[in-house]
Nanobody, 116 residues
């Protein structure tokens, strides 16, 4: 299984971005999809995850109320809608999937930079 992210870029504080993660093949319904982020020299941290089978989502406190995770099951694509972006959201964002959190599969990462 390969995961390919897209949608990163450079935005100003307060603006929005939507990240996408496409799976190379359809995955089992019980797979959990998640987004993680990592800055140079820091540990990778969980941002949000979604379990379609149980209909639950998780958000880190730092993004709660600003980010929304969703999944298009027909296209096996996961999205992360990021609103009211802050400079502290600047990181490389990674898509993740698997039976656990974090799962076995990782994308290559997409850079998000929030700067005025």
């Amino acid at each position: 299984l390969q995961l390919v992210e897209s949608g990163g870029g450079l935005v100003q504080p307060g603006e929005s971005l939507t990240l996408s993660c496409v799976a190379s093949e359809f995955t089992a319904d019980y797979y959990v999809y998640g987004w993680f982020r990592q800055a140079p020299g820091k540990e990778r941290e969980g941002v949000s995850c979604l379990s379609s089978s149980v209909g639950s989502t998780f958000y880190a406190d730092s993004v709660k109320g600003r980010f929304t995770i969703s999944k298009d099951n027909a296209k096996d694509t996961v999205f992360l809608q990021m609103n009211r972006l802050k400079p502290s959201d600047t990181d490389v964002y990674y898509c993740n999937a698997g039976k656990t959190v974090p799962g076995r599969y990782w994308g290559q990462g997409t850079q998000v930079t929030v700067s005025s």
